[in-house]
């Protein structure tokens, strides 16, 4: 199993930067990829980017595409999003998974640990 604790959420206006970290310990060498997920008051949870460990392949959705960045620290066990020009839309509670992810990297059914989550408010 692997923990994954995550930090960096917080209230920001619309426009700001926030950074999203979550570092993973425990059994972290079954873990292919990690990703973030975040989920609204009401609405499902949605996959935002995933992030391949070994060789840092990156897919991100179309709602964030160019506006957020997935990374990761092999040395720290950490990966990172980076969210810039944040919008109200954006607001969620985001949580970073850990998974082999064998098939669709955008199912959460794909990822076996999660971590507690973290607020992101974004004010208009």
């Known amino acids: 199993q692997v923990q994954l604790v995550e930090s960096g959420g917080g209230l920001v206006q619309t426009g700001g930067s926030l950074r999203l970290a979550c570092v993973a310990s425990g059994r972290t060498i079954n873990r292919s990829a990690m990703a973030w997920f975040r989920q609204s008051l009401g609405k499902e949870r949605e996959f935002v980017a995933v992030?391949?460990?070994?060789?840092?392949?990156?897919y991100y959705a179309d709602s964030v595409k160019g506006r957020f960045t997935i990374s990761r620290d092999n040395a720290k066990n950490t990966v990172y999003l980076q969210m810039n020009s944040l919008k109200p839309e954006d607001t969620a509670v985001y949580y970073c998974a850990a998974g082999r992810v064998a098939g669709p990297h955008y199912s959460d059914s794909e990822y076996d640990d999660w971590g507690q989550g973290t607020q992101v408010t974004v004010s208009s």
């Open positions: 992030i391949s460990w070994r060789i840092g392949i990156t």
